[in-house]
């Protein structure tokens, strides 16, 4: 089988080196990729998120598969153009993405399936949503309603934020994205991530991850894409899962079904859990990034196969094959991350590295330049391990981690400190 990943970061990297090892997968390969990938893929250097340039490769190298990483070709219909022409996809169509595009498309669904989440009010002028605020006082959640790239939400513990943000929003400082906005109530708890592949009816449980949004140790500093995940997440118990599996994601999925655009792809629930019960911050369309990067170093080859049943409608009959282990993934970004940031800077000791399946090294933003690799972005590699306990895990990562002689990056030295 021909495989195409769409996509350029380390969820891409994993996702590849989870499929290439099943004997199903022929030819791999991933668009546009990253140089951390060229060993086990070939990079096609096109626009993911262009219908054309996916559909004419697809054509030119007889792609029987596609597994769309990223949330931009989704809510751009990359997905439904590929349905169109006949070519099985693991991703769910751009009506369906809007449960991430859209914060108040989820909240209408949430209301519609009577799933758990924050108390909202959605505006389209600032003077209403600057009188909310006033009425109801912090904290409270201020969220630019479109995708933002994960900057649209301020979570403002006093009003004089909350009502500079709703400013900003209005503003255009997230340009249409913040046209609308949506004001929520401030849940407190603890977050976690959960997992599920769905094909339109069914839903498949596919792992618990947390990660850590904060740049800096001790959950400090501004947010970013991810600085570390691990997998399983302690908190998210079996009796939890439970409770969201029939709370919050059977209830969504037949929602979407009833109007008609059900939900086909791995749905992200982003989870507040608080006095033993979960309820829904948001949902994204697709893997989590660095998330993606321990599920896939847990599940390996039967990655594909799961992903294949979403996308062929047979989860009713699928299982998956769960060991008792634990992954972490430690984020080496480059320093100045999530600010400004050089590129262009050497990273040395990587060939050296064990890779294998209990070690790997995910490339997120990286090249090569002379026979070397260099660092191409803000977040550069995922190093990756897995282990009978978390604190194996970890001990594998940190290993590794002294061995990468890269002076320009950082890390965060505490990933996992809630589990461990
Ligand atoms: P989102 O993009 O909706 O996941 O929001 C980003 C982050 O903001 C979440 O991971 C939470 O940490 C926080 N957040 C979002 N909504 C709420 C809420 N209603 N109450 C508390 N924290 C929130
Ligand atoms: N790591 C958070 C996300 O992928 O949205």
């Known amino acids: 089988m021909n495989i195409l990943i769409l996509g350029s970061g380390g969820r891409e990297h994993s996702l590849a080196w989870a499929v290439h090892q ?57 997905a439904d153009a590929l349905r169109d022409t006949g070519i099985s996809v693991f991703g769910p169509s751009a009506a369906a993405a809007e449960l991430e595009a859209s914060k108040r498309f989820t909240k209408e669904i949430c209301d519609a399936a009577g799933a758990p989440t924050a108390a909202y009010a959605h505006f389209s002028d600032a003077h209403a949503a600057r009188a909310y605020v006033e009425a109801q006082g912090a904290p409270i ?71 850590h949004k904060r740049v800096g140790e001790g959950d400090s500093g501004p947010n970013t894409g991810g600085m570390g995940a691990y997998s399983p997440a302690p908190i998210l118990t079996q009796a939890l899962q439970d409770q969201v599996m029939a709370e919050i994601i059977r209830p969504t999925l037949a929602e979407m079904a009833r109007r008609g655009t059900p939900y086909q792809g791995v749905l992200y629930a982003g989870l507040m859990i608080e006095n033993g019960r979960a309820r829904l911050v948001e949902y994204n369309v697709r893997f989590g990034d660095p998330e993606c990067q321990v599920l896939m170093m847990r599940l390996g080859a039967q990655v594909l196969d799961a992903l294949q049943a979403a996308a062929e409608g047979r989860l009713a009959e699928h299982r998956i094959s769960w060991a008792d282990d634990h992954a972490m993934t430690v984020v080496m970004a480059a320093k ?20 294998d399946s209990f070690h790997q090294v995910f490339h997120a933003g990286t090249g090569t ?52």
């Open 22 to 78: 099943n004997p199903k997968c022929d030819k791999l390969i991933v668009a546009p990729g990253n140089a951390g990938m060229t060993a086990i893929a070939e990079c096609a250097a096109i626009d993911p998120d262009s219908s054309g340039a996916v559909l004419r490769l697809c054509e030119e190298e007889a792609i029987d598969f596609v597994i769309i990483g990223p949330e931009a070709p989704l809510a751009a219909g990359v």
């Open 141 to 211: 959640v201020i969220k630019a309603d479109g995708l933002a790239a994960g900057k649209g939400v301020i979570v403002a513990m006093d009003e004089a934020t909350a009502l500079a943000a709703i400013d900003d929003m209005f503003g255009g400082t997230f340009g249409t994205a913040g046209a609308e906005v949506v004001i929520e109530e401030f849940m407190s708890g603890e977050e976690a991530s959960f997992f599920v592949l769905c094909d339109g009816e069914e839903a498949l449980p596919m792992g618990t991850a947390q990660d």
């Open 336 to 355: 100045g991350y999530p600010g400004s940031y050089e590129k262009g800077s050497v990273i040395n000791g990587l060939d050296a590295l064990t890779a």
């Open 369 to 420: 330049k002379d026979g070397k690799v260099i660092a191409t972005g803000g977040r550069v590699l995922n190093v990756t391990a897995r282990g009978a306990s978390l604190a194996d895990a970890k001990q594998r990562c940190e290993a590794m981690l002294s061995e990468i002689d890269w002076p320009e990056g950082f890390y965060r030295r505490d990933i996992g400190w809630r589990a461990l």
